[in-house]
């Protein structure tokens, strides 16, 4: 969604920081039924996440734009109903999450917004990767992640 009076660059963090709320919600259900043997890579893509989210939100701040807030809820693309599937939400909010900092990659106008958004795609990348590792997905990495 479009926010009228924001250029690209900042549209794009916006977008972005939508996807990081999204993430924080998506991995509260990839904890709640995950392997428990993955609960401290659940526990630190979580936290990844938060870490992101709070920075974006800062640095929109200091832009001088209201950053969203999160969603009360969030639609996932399938049940999670078990460590399978909650591992498969976990590789889809990585991809989901690489999309939107790739954009912010693509219309960053500015070397430190382009600079966090590499480093954001890179972090999503490796974990989307060790995610389809868990799964048995090979090969685990994707040729251009971010790619809609």
Do not use: C
């Not at 401290?40 to 800062?58: G, P, Y």
């Not at 969603?71 to 909650?86: L, M, R």
Request: proline share 9%; hydrophobic share 45%.
């Amino acid at each position: 969604m479009s926010s009228p009076g924001l250029g690209p660059e900042q549209q794009a963090l916006v977008d972005a920081l939508n996807a990081e709320h999204a993430a924080v919600f998506g991995y509260g259900l990839v904890a709640a039924f995950s392997n428990p043997a993955r609960g401290d890579e659940v526990s630190a893509d979580t936290a990844a996440h938060r870490a992101r989210r709070d920075a974006t939100i800062d640095a929109l701040t200091a832009a001088n734009v209201t950053p969203p807030v999160a969603a009360a809820g969030y639609t996932v693309p399938f049940p999670v109903t078990d460590p399978v599937s909650a591992a498969q939400l976990a590789v889809q909010i990585e991809t989901d999450v690489a999309v939107a900092w790739r954009s912010v990659v693509e219309r960053a106008t500015t070397e430190p917004t382009r600079g966090t958004a590499v480093d954001a795609l890179t972090e999503s990348a490796l974990r989307g990767a060790r995610w389809r590792v868990n799964l048995g997905v090979a090969p685990p990495t994707v040729a251009l992640p971010g790619q809609p």
